[in-house]
Structures are given as structure tokens and as C-alpha cells.
């Protein structure tokens, strides 16, 4: 017998005698209790018991109980069980196929443990299911008893994985129109509930493991972390030039947990039932334009409202462009430009968020902005903006100033000196785009 | 030159938007929920007696609200509830939680087959529409700017930038399915590996010459900095075979069952588009894999093996 | 009646009054032009234990002692007046739509037929009068403050349609308005209705309202925004959780809609005087929130589903305010497939 099929029966039986033998039981009744339980256990009995039951539960990659609770049973019947057969293929999408993980399944949890047999992972690393489906020599063995025939434990143990010929869906699962060619196609939605609970499985270890708790208080401690860690895979590049070690976690940010089944979650799904009815969501929201807390600035943009901290980020990371690269070659300009560009998109965003207040903070008589500066952030100037130019000239030269000078101030001693060229470049690459400053 | 017929419609305020865009994301509508308000507003058009084509789809991001709370001690949010309503013996009933989400949007229909005579009949119905019937992404229509029609020429700086400015202040959100492509054919990354690469912040530190230095970034495309890259959901993936099905909603159509196609997008900025191509999207859908997606309009345009698209 | 051929296992109506938000801003009732958007302010509170203790607690004085003076801290979130604010302004618009005689989505065309002919026969006989009337009092009576409303002052609602070429306001004094009666008639509130009526009878038009509410409640006041409801919470040790829109204190849409379509006085206990809990709001099952009770049930027959199984398929019903009752229900929208239940 298999390992973990003798181990599945070794807890099972453990279980039982904890809960029917009862403290200060004789030695005769403990035997007896013993004798009972070994017999409960064995293949002979427990084998045709479950292939019985096997039926009460459905195995499902997408159960339906996730569009709606009580979405699974109507007067059709069942809805059908799904277990989709989808294939791996490098397509850039998170879906069924492309991500490995369990089956889930739903029904009458009292055939949990059937389940629980019947999705053993056996030394070949297929499920003794697949195996019973397969007519292995293992599943022979295995069903080989003399209370049962092969087939009839087969045809009830795969139960389990059989829906109704029929297709039935639910008023209560969401069903969407999507046009094809000559027409609509009508699709019944379900989740990939596998998935939704792998993804919180990965998402838990990158917020709660050990390695990850190491990585934060060397942070902490602006000490050096040396683990086999998450973070660094995309930049092996490093490594494998043998130029810096590097190391790191991961952190997520703007989680969302969502309960499926609330109090019950043992109706949903199995998976659902073990994740205690829990999932996380990834974040999918836009960058944000109203912001609390802008103040509208009284002397210059350039110190008040923006400062070089708030792309910091960038600073460095072309920093590391440059010093990693000792060359000048067309990738690099152009890498080089693209963060120029982004560093004036965050000015841009900027400019929007001040724009939005300028009406209720921006004061005529107190303010000591200077005329560009005015034009280019009352939303009362918007004429002006309009149709004259003189101001955007003046504004991305100094836009132009703020990021050549931007790059010295941050990273100090360590800068490449830029050049009047470089000036003049960066400048270029503001005007471009000196119409989305209006 | 070819040029396109933009409708715009500016500043869509949209209330109770479904936020769960797929099982593994929360936020921003799904791309199926754009497309699927603009056929619907081609096909009411239609039937008005006007045949036009909506022949692809662009939205706009200005704001959002999601409906969810997290609490000052507080890691992960969660979802803020309506109360369902109360079932017959007056307690609460079972359901799902439904995200939700405020939004202010606009959208870009490119229009197809129609004159300029029949552009102000179009505007008109449209905005009778949107205040009569059309509901999007599952929430309701509160209030919108009158839609207007722009004609772009190809390559046509003056004409895009005279567009761009009417979306400002905003983010156009764009497929970015290359990105999980690129990272899941490197081999080592599952598309749940590549998807949290992109989302997740990366801590790291270095050794250098001043001692240890810890830095936050997110992940970089071949040394250029990202966008706003976030998860998206943008079509399904057909799971069952093609046929009837009981209790369907519609039982003269086709019927599967389906899962969501999650994949990355991008919120960038107006100014820095090239083309208004793109920015728009179309339905496309690949038989051989059963995805019936939204894509963007010049993947399609560049693909000859794509079966159709309209 | 129900045969196997006339049954819509899909059927939905969309909601037929689509408020928005409340938003609230203080102002005072003798300068309404100084307005002032309201913030929610985070408050910590100090109660005492006021619930029921443990009887082993009870019997042992000393533990009672700890247990009563144990400090009951708790963070809320509060919304006043500014302390020169005597006034709470109250904005929001409501779309009011017609297409009654379109299910948004129905799979059975036997059991749309019929549900037509249904509807256009109350249209024709009926008109949406009687269910406009009462929706222009809830308006009138400003019923949608909720707990704002009881020690108001005075009240005051300004309502104007603005759809283009098709102008209109009114002003009304709300405290002229008692909530509980619907039967009262006004003018004012006749030509509102009208409006309504229309919109509601017609195949796809729609009436766009803006209201605005001032309530002098007095100066510094508290308010009432809604209160959120939020799933799973964290440990977070915040007890009230109210709702706000970019910094703006606010009332939920549904809450309102809820205020607006309160205009169930058909339902047995109404008239009983012991158990009648006044009008409520229009439910399947008149299922009342606060009371945990359903007014409805279908063991008397006397919910959404027995009467208007029977109703959509021809068949007429008792009384003229169960016809009511059925249409209300349909303007309220909601998903009623036969597979459901």
C-alpha cells in the first residue's frame, strides 16, 4: 500500500478511537474498541462504504457556489460540476490551465473524507482518482476485496467527478452575452476557486513567512539580508554578472479580504471550507487625482507643491542606469529619456491635483507666485493658458532646471556630472510634450 | 489618410459600479463591462433606425471610490456592505458580498457607417439613452457632459492633441498582456508569479562602498520605468463545450460555461499616446482557445490569424 | 394558473427611482448662501456598561464593582454643525424612469406577453398617479432626513426638474407634511406628482430631479449620515464606521430611495393600531430593517410573489391597492425568477 494511503487510514482511525474510547476504559473494552475501529478501517468495510458515498460530494474546478450560495440546486436538479481541462500555454493570462493547483469540491461535507481519499497524491504524483480513472495497477490492487467488485467501487468512487449528461446552469449565476460572429454566445461565469485560494496561499507567505519577518528587521536595522528570497529573481541579472549581491522581499500593498459563505463556510466549497471562507484580493484601482490635504503653493510649485523626494525613486533608478551601464548606447538614451518623461509626468499629475484646489486656496492679494507660475495653475487663467505661449516657454526651461538639478541634489557625490548638452537634451524631451502643461 | 470618428462621451459619473472585477481582483470594472455598455448603446441605436457600428472602445479613468474600509491597526481592507434585503421571515439573507465602486469616466466609441448629417441625431439619442436606460458596469448613470464627435486624421498630431486635452485630467487604461507574457516565457513564472511580480513592491538591498542601502521599487521592463500597472480582468475563457444548457437566461443562444482572463493594464496618461489607436479596444474572439477577450485594437490589426473582429 | 409553458425562470426589473447620494454641507437657515461641505470627525467615547451581565457576575459584588467601572472605550465617528451653523442642507438627485412594460432581462415570452398586458392594463385604467402622488409626499414631507428630521425646526425642500426645455421647481414646507398620512392632497405636490406619473407611465422617458433640503436642527448640532456597513472587519477598534464621498459627509442613495418609495399603507396590520408601524417602505415580503419583520408573508398571501404570480398572468386581484402594491414593487426593481424561490 501507498504511504500516505496507509497514513490517510492511520488518522482516521487515530480520530476515532479519541473520540469513542473513553478515559478509564478496561483493557478488555480498549480492545474491543480497538477490534471495532480496525474493522471500521479496513478495505474490506471501509472501501464499499465509501464508494457509496462518494456521490454526495462533486469534485469542481469552478463550483458554483461562488457566483451564489444557494445557486446549486433548482428545479432542474444540479448545476452542473465543472472540471475544466484547460491547457498551459504562455498566453499572459491568469486562468485555469495556467496556474497549478488543486480541485475544490462541493456537497455534503459528511463525504469529506472520501474526497480526502480520493485526491491522495500518490508517488507518481497523480491522484488515486486519476489513477481509479485510469484502471492503474495500483487502483486494481487497492480495490481488489472480496466484498466488492473493481467496477462497482469504481463507478461509485467516480461518481464524484460525473455530472448530469445534461448542462444546467442557474438563474443565480451571472450570465453574460458575448458577441461572435453571427450572434451571441452566452456564457454562465464561474471562479476558478483553486486559484482564488493558491493566490491567497502566495499572497500569505509573502506577507507572514519567516524569510520575509528576517528580511524586514534587517531592513529595520539597515543590515544586510542574505536569504533565498522572492524579490531578487528579477534582477538575476546582478548575480548572474556577479556585479552586487542583492537581496529583498516582497511587500503588498492595498489588500482587499473578501468572505464567500460568511458564518458557513463549509457551503460553498471544501477549499473554501479550509481557507475559513477567507480570500484576498489583488488591488486594480487607477492612480488617483483628488487627493486630501493639497495645499495650493504661495511662493513657487518647485518647493512647495513638488520637490525631488517624490521621485526619488526615479532619480535612482536612472542613477543606476547610468552607473551600470557605462556606455551610451541607443537603448540606454532611450531608457535614459523615458525617465525623463516620467518624471514629468509626475509633474503633470501634480500640476492637476494643485489646478483642482486653486479655486478655493489660491488668494490674489497674498500670493507670491510668480506670473508663470499663476497662469499655469489658476484654473481662473485657463484663458490665458489658452492662447498665449510666452509662460510654457519659461515653464519647461525651468521644469527642465528642476530635473538636471534634481538628479545632482539627490544622489550627491555619487552623480556622473551632467553636461550642457544633457541640459539641452532634457530640455528637449520636456518640450515634447509642453502641451499636456496647459 | 484614413481617419476615425470619435464619439466622445466626457465625464460619466457612474454610482455602485461592480467593483469584483474578477475573483482575484477588486476595483476598476472589468474591460468586458466597457465594451459591453457600448454595443449595448449601438444596438439601442440601432434600433432606433440609426446602423451604426461601434467598432471599438476607450475609457478613461478621472476618479474612483472604492466602497471598501480598512481600519487605522488595519493590513487589508475590507468590503463595505448595503444590507441586502430582508428575505420573508425578516432576517437577513445569504449572499455574496459585492464590491462596489463611485466612478467618473469617459468613453471613446469609434463610430463606423455613419454621415455627418446623422452625427447630431447620434449625440441626441445617446444622451437620451444614457439618462433613460443604459446602465454601466452594473451601477447607475448619475450625470455626464454632453457627448461631443471628434475626426481624427492618422498621424495627425493637432488632431490627437486637441482630442487628449478633453480627457484631461485622466488615465486611459491600456492592455499591458505583452508584460505577463514576456515574464511567463522566461520559463520560471506561472502567470500568478509573473501577475504579483508586477504588483508587488519590491524591498531590496545592496552593498555598496557607504554600507548597506535598502531600496523600494517596483518592477522594471528592461531598465525603463513603469507605468501604473495593475491586474486586470479583460474577458473569459469558455470551460465547458458549446451547447444548451437548462435555466438559461437566453435559451436561443449558445450556451458555456466560463472563468474570468485576468491579465495587466496600464493607466497612462492622455499626452503620452501617439495614436488614438492606442487607446481603444475591440472584442476578438479565438476559437482555438476558447477566449472570448477584449483586446487592444492594434494587436488585432497587427494579427492576421485572428479569426474575426468587429 | 402557473403551467409549465408561461414560467420565467429569469425575470428582472431595473429600480424605476435612481437617487443619488445625499451629500451634507451646514449652513444657517437665515444666510443659506454660506455653505460649508460637512466632515465626519473621529471621536473617542467613554460609555458605561449598559448591557445585561452574567449572572455569576451579578451574585459577586466585588467582580460587579470591576466589571461596572471597567472603562468602555470606544472610537466613533461623529458629523456636526460648525458651532455658527444652525442648518443641515441636504442635496441629491433622483432619476425617475419609465419602461415599466420591459423586464430587463425575462426568458419566457408566453409569461412576457402577459406580464404587458398586465401592466398596460393598470397604465390605462390607473395611471402611475396613486404610487406618484405618494412618492411626491415622501419628497414633500422630506421623509428621506430619516433620524435628521424629528426635532427639525423647520424644513424646507426645493425640488426642480431639469430636463432641458422642460423646467420646473417647487418649495415646500416640509413640516406641513405628516410622514404617516399619504392620503393627504397639496396642490404643489399634485403638479410634482403629475411630472412623476408621467415619466413612470412612459415607455423610455425619464425625469431628472434635483432636491435640495435645508433643516434648521440648531446650532453645532449633531447629524446623521449613514452608517456603513462593513463585512469582515478587521480588529479595528472602531465601532461606528459613517459614510462619506470625497471627504464629504453623505447619506446612501439606497437610504434614500428607501425613504422615498416608504409608501406601503396597504398591508394588513396598517390599519391595526396596535401593530401598524406606520408606511413601509415598498419590499417583496414588507420587510421593515429595523423591526426584523416582514409585514408580508406568504402564508397570508399577501406578499409580492402570490400576488403577482397570479396578476402577470391574467388573473385580477382583490383590491385595487394590491395592484398598487405589485407596481410599486416593479419600480422598485429587483430579481424575481420563478427558479428562485
Request: one cysteine or more.
Amino acid at each position: 500500500m501507498e504511504k500516505v494511503i496507509a497514513e490517510f487510514f492511520d488518522k482516521r482511525k487515530a480520530a476515532w478511537l479519541k473520540k469513542n474510547l473513553h478515559a478509564g476504559a478496561d483493557e478488555t473494552m480498549i480492545q474491543a474498541k480497538e477490534q471495532e475501529c480496525s474493522e471500521q478501517f479496513s478495505l474490506e468495510n471501509w472501501l464499499p462504504n465509501a464508494a457509496k458515498r462518494a456521490g454526495q460530494m462533486s469534485i469542481s474546478t469552478h463550483p458554483c457556489t461562488f457566483s451564489h450560495p444557494s445557486s446549486r440546486k433548482n428545479k432542474n436538479g444540479y448545476a452542473s460540476s465543472i472540471i475544466a481541462d484547460s491547457q498551459a500555454s504562455n498566453d499572459g493570462y491568469l486562468r485555469s490551465g495556467n496556474v497549478v493547483v488543486e480541485a475544490d469540491a462541493l456537497g455534503n461535507a459528511a463525504a469529506l473524507d472520501v474526497y480526502k481519499f480520493l485526491t491522495l497524491n500518490m508517488q507518481d504524483g497523480q491522484t488515486l482518482l486519476s489513477h481509479i480513472e485510469q484502471d492503474s495497477d495500483l487502483a486494481q490492487q487497492l480495490l481488489k476485496i472480496k466484498a466488492e467488485s473493481y467496477s462497482t467501487l469504481k463507478e461509485g468512487f467516480l461518481a464524484m467527478t460525473n455530472s448530469d449528461a445534461d448542462s444546467i446552469t442557474s438563474s443565480k449565476i451571472k450570465q453574460v452575452y458575448f458577441p461572435v460572429e453571427n450572434g451571441y454566445h452566452q456564457l454562465s461565469i464561474l471562479s476558478a476557486s483553486g486559484i482564488v485560494f493558491e493566490l491567497r496561499k502566495r499572497i500569505d507567505t509573502i506577507r507572514f513567512s519567516e524569510e520575509t519577518k528576517i528580511a524586514r528587521t534587517c531592513e529595520k536595522n539597515n543590515e544586510m539580508y542574505i536569504g533565498p528570497d522572492a524579490g531578487a529573481r528579477d534582477f538575476a541579472k546582478c548575480e548572474k554578472n556577479n556585479e552586487m549581491y542583492i537581496g529583498g522581499y516582497k511587500q503588498l500593498a492595498n489588500l482587499t479580504t473578501m468572505g464567500y459563505g460568511g458564518t458557513k463556510p463549509q457551503n460553498i466549497s471544501v477549499l473554501n471550507n479550509q481557507n475559513g471562507g477567507k480570500v484576498h484580493l489583488l488591488p486594480s484601482e487607477p492612480p488617483k487625482l483628488i487627493k486630501r490635504d493639497i495645499h495650493f503653493p504661495t511662493v513657487d510649485f518647485f518647493s512647495q507643491s513638488f520637490s525631488y523626494f517624490q521621485c526619488r525613486d526615479l532619480f535612482y533608478a536612472l542613477h543606476d542606469l547610468i552607473f551600470l551601464n557605462h556606455k551610451n548606447n541607443r537603448h540606454i538614451r532611450s531608457a535614459r529619456d523615458e525617465y525623463y518623461q516620467a518624471i514629468m509626468d509626475r509633474i503633470i499629475e501634480r500640476m492637476w491635483r494643485v489646478r483642482s484646489v486653486s479655486e478655493a486656496q489660491y488668494n490674489p492679494d497674498t500670493s507670491q507666485l510668480n506670473p508663470t507660475q499663476k497662469i499655469w495653475l489658476c484654473m481662473a487663467n485657463e484663458a490665458q493658458r489658452e492662447d498665449e505661449n510666452d509662460w510654457l516657454d519659461m515653464l519647461c526651461t525651468d521644469i527642465a532646471k528642476f530635473i538636471f538639478n534634481g538628479y545632482e541634489k539627490l544622489l550627491g557625490k555619487k552623480t556622473f556630472i551632467f553636461s550642457d548638452g544633457e541640459f539641452k537634451h532634457i530640455h528637449k524631451q520636456v518640450v515634447k510634450h509642453k502641451e499636456a502643461l496647459r | 489618410m484614413s481617419y476615425k470618428k470619435i464619439l466622445l462621451i466626457p465625464h460619466l459619473h457612474i454610482h455602485n459600479a461592480n467593483a469584483l472585477s474578477s475573483p482575484f481582483t477588486i476595483g476598476f470594472p472589468a474591460m468586458t463591462a466597457w465594451l459591453g455598455a457600448t454595443h449595448a448603446l449601438q444596438r439601442k441605436l440601432n434600433e432606433g433606425g440609426i446602423d451604426v457600428k461601434v467598432t471599438a472602445t476607450g475609457v478613461v479613468s478621472h476618479q474612483m471610490n472604492l466602497q471598501t474600509y480598512r481600519g487605522t491597526n488595519d493590513f487589508v481592507s475590507s468590503i463595505i456592505g448595503t444590507g441586502n434585503p430582508l428575505d420573508k421571515t425578516g432576517s437577513r439573507s445569504s449572499f455574496i458580498e459585492e464590491a462596489r465602486c463611485h466612478l467618473e469616466v469617459s468613453l471613446l466609441l469609434e463610430l463606423q457607417g455613419i454621415s455627418q448629417e446623422q452625427e447630431d441625431a447620434i449625440k441626441a439619442q445617446i444622451s437620451h439613452l444614457l439618462n433613460s436606460k443604459i446602465k454601466m458596469a452594473g451601477g447607475d448613470i448619475q450625470s455626464f457632459s454632453p457627448p461631443a464627435i471628434f475626426v481624427l486624421e492618422d498621424n495627425n498630431e493637432e488632431d490627437l492633441r486637441r482630442f487628449t486635452r478633453k480627457i484631461m485630467p485622466g488615465y486611459v487604461l491600456i492592455e499591458r498582456r505583452d508584460l505577463m507574457i514576456e515574464a511567463m516565457g522566461q520559463g520560471q513564472d506561472d502567470a500568478m508569479a509573473a501577475l504579483i511580480d508586477y504588483v508587488a513592491i519590491h524591498h531590496r538591498c545592496e552593498q555598496t562602498k557607504d554600507g548597506v542601502l535598502w531600496k523600494k521599487r517596483r518592477k522594471s521592463q528592461t531598465d525603463k520605468p513603469l507605468g501604473w500597472i495593475v491586474p486586470i480582468a479583460t474577458g473569459f475563457h469558455g470551460i465547458s463545450e458549446l451547447g444548451q444548457a437548462k435555466n438559461q437566461r437566453d435559451p436561443d443562444q449558445p450556451h458555456c460555461f466560463a472563468e474570468s482572463l485576468v491579465t495587466l493594464g496600464e493607466f497612462k496618461m492622455p499626452h503620452r499616446f501617439e495614436s488614438i489607436s492606442d487607446m481603444l479596444w475591440c472584442y476578438q474572439v479565438d476559437k482555438a482557445s476558447n477566449f472570448y477577450q477584449c483586446v487592444a485594437l492594434n494587436t488585432v490589426a497587427k494579427d492576421p490569424s485572428s479569426e474575426f473582429d468587429f | 394558473m402557473a403551467k409549465k409553458d408561461n414560467i420565467a425562470s429569469v425575470l428582472a426589473f431595473e429600480k424605476k427611482l435612481v437617487p443619488s447620494d445625499g451629500y451634507m454641507y451646514g449652513t444657517s437657515w437665515d444666510n443659506k448662501n454660506e455653505v460649508t461641505p460637512l466632515k465626519l470627525q473621529e471621536k473617542s467615547v467613554r460609555g458605561t456598561i449598559a448591557n445585561r451581565l452574567k449572572e455569576a457576575i451579578k451574585k459577586d459584588p466585588q467582580k460587579l464593582n470591576a466589571e461596572v467601572e471597567k472603562p468602555n472605550l470606544q472610537t466613533i465617528d461623529a458629523c456636526a454643525l460648525g458651532t455658527e451653523q444652525d442648518t443641515l442642507k441636504l442635496h441629491f438627485t433622483l432619476k425617475v424612469l419609465g419602461g415599466l412594460q420591459q423586464p430587463s432581462a425575462c426568458n419566457n415570452a408566453l409569461f412576457k406577453q402577459s406580464y404587458q398586458a398586465a401592466v398596460n392594463g393598470y397604465l390605462q385604467t390607473r395611471g402611475m398617479r396613486e404610487l406618484a402622488k405618494r412618492y411626491a409626499l415622501n419628497i414633500a414631507n422630506a421623509r428621506f432626513l430619516w433620524r435628521n428630521r424629528f426635532g427639525a425646526e423647520n424644513i424646507q425642500v426645493e425640488v426642480s426638474a431639469l430636463n432641458q426645455g422642460a423646467e420646473q421647481s417647487w418649495q415646500f414646507n416640509a413640516l406641513e407634511f405628516n410622514p404617516r398620512d399619504l392620503s393627504a392632497s397639496d396642490a404643489e405636490v399634485t403638479i410634482l406628482a403629475e411630472r412623476i406619473a408621467t415619466a413612470l407611465a412612459s415607455e423610455d422617458d425619464f425625469l431628472m430631479l434635483d432636491i435640495t433640503c435645508y433643516a434648521k436642527v440648531g446650532k453645532a448640532q449633531d447629524v446623521y449620515p449613514s452608517e456603513e456597513l462593513v463585512l469582515d472587519k478587521g480588529k479595528g477598534e472602531k465601532s461606528k464606521i459613517l459614510y462619506h464621498v470625497n471627504n464629504i459627509a453623505a447619506m446612501h442613495s439606497q437610504k434614500i430611495g428607501n425613504a422615498i418609495r416608504t409608501i406601503d399603507t396597504w398591508y394588513g396590520e396598517f390599519a391595526d393600531p396596535e401593530a401598524s408601524v406606520g408606511p413601509i417602505a415598498i419590499e417583496p415580503y414588507g420587510a421593515v430593517t429595523n423591526q426584523g419583520k416582514a409585514f408580508r408573508t406568504p402564508a397570508e398571501k399577501q406578499d409580492f410573489y402570490s400576488f403577482f404570480d397570479h396578476w402577470a398572468r391574467g388573473g385580477a386581484l382583490e383590491r385595487v391597492e394590491d395592484e398598487h402594491y405589485v407596481m410599486a414593487v416593479l419600480v422598485r426593481g429587483g430579481v424575481f425568477g420563478e427558479s428562485d424561490k
